[in-house]
């Protein structure tokens, strides 16, 4: 991975656990191969750095008490916020605590999901189209972890043209032809529409009988939705959001959402369902991610051969290339 890349991401808000991991109060996290350990203190979420400082121990082993995070080896406490020791156990009362701090990341909390970054932000933390409001019953399906790219992950998310080949058991008879589409860029987002065959049974199962409209909506570097919409008026939307986990980038964890309108629920669509559908979708995804070559996408556009099925592959490669160039070394 080139360096400016590599500090990009670094800027970048990722997704590194859901809301429904901190149950015990701690959960574990990483973006680009730096360890991170996210704890909740009453209505608190703090980031930080993954390990103690006093032997190294990796603290998404420990857990919440008396206020404080509590190492798992001696029982180091470190408060909520700005992650300072406030007690060491082993040290007699009225002793002078070390004047040390866990280190502590940007926090953010949406769609269920603790978001992060390992510096100071480059571009605002990406979210659904305005569309998917507080109406909507929203659930964040258990991550994965994959092993490829965060833009060829991204890019088989919204690749119509393989869904009769790697989806004919969830998704029944699709046609091969991928009818012609454009592209419309709104600064880093990019959006798209497309049509989906009644054969679609995946989806006629959830709300409806006929074709159904997709329009398609990513935020770069990696936050990509698929909002569906049923002949009878109901919506729902499937959201991928890649977090790398390894420094070279080539390892993520995908999280994952899926929502349903007030219409669909009212017709008597079932959020379990749909989540139990498209977890089913992604797992048939990932013999074919892990086992291309290379396993990120390229930004080089002469590496690979493209045809008109994959014009958003080509706009999203030159649009991130944009966003690279635009970084000041």
């Not at 206020?67 to 700005?82: D, E, M, T, V």
């Amino acid at each position: 991975m080139h360096t400016i890349e590599h500090e990009m991401l670094r800027r970048t808000w990722f997704p590194i656990a859901r809301l429904a991991d901190l149950q015990n109060g701690v959960a574990r996290g990483n973006i680009l191969g730096t360890e991170l350990v996210i704890y909740r203190v009453d209505d608190r979420i703090t980031v930080a750095e993954g390990f103690c400082p006093h032997r190294g121990v990796a603290l998404h082993m420990g857990g919440v008490e008396e206020g404080a995070l509590k190492c798992p080896y001696h029982g180091w406490r470190f408060s909520a916020g700005n992650g300072r020791c406030t007690r060491v156990p082993s040290l007699p009362a009225g002793s002078t605590l070390p004047r040390v701090s866990l280190k502590v990341y940007p926090v953010d909390v949406a769609y269920g999901l603790v978001w992060s970054c390992l510096g100071d932000p480059l571009l605002p933390r990406p979210g659904l189209p305005a569309v998917v409001d507080d109406t909507w019953a929203i659930a964040a399906g258990t991550p994965f972890r994959v092993r490829c790219g965060m833009r060829q992950l991204t890019e088989n998310f919204r690749d119509k043209a393989h869904f009769p080949f790697v989806h004919a058991k969830t998704m029944g008879s699709v046609s091969q032809v991928v009818a012609p589409y454009r592209v419309e860029r709104d600064g880093w987002e990019l959006r798209w529409s497309a049509a989906v065959e009644p054969e679609l049974v995946g989806r006629r199962r959830l709300s409806g009988d006929e074709s159904y409209r997709l329009d398609y909506h990513l935020t770069l570097p990696m936050f990509a939705s698929i909002r569906v919409t049923a002949p009878n008026g109901g919506r729902r939307f499937v959201a991928q959001l890649a977090t790398p986990i390894t420094e070279d980038g080539e390892e993520v964890t995908q999280f994952w959402l899926a929502g349903l309108d007030p219409a669909s629920l009212a017709g008597g669509a079932d959020l379990d369902d749909a989540i139990q559908y498209e977890r089913q979708i992604f797992v048939e995804d990932h013999p074919v991610v892990e086992n291309q070559r290379p396993r990120e996408a390229p930004l080089d556009l002469n590496s690979q051969v493209h045809t008109a099925a994959d014009k958003l592959s080509i706009v999203y490669r030159r649009t991130y290339r944009e966003l690279l160039d635009s970084i000041t070394p």
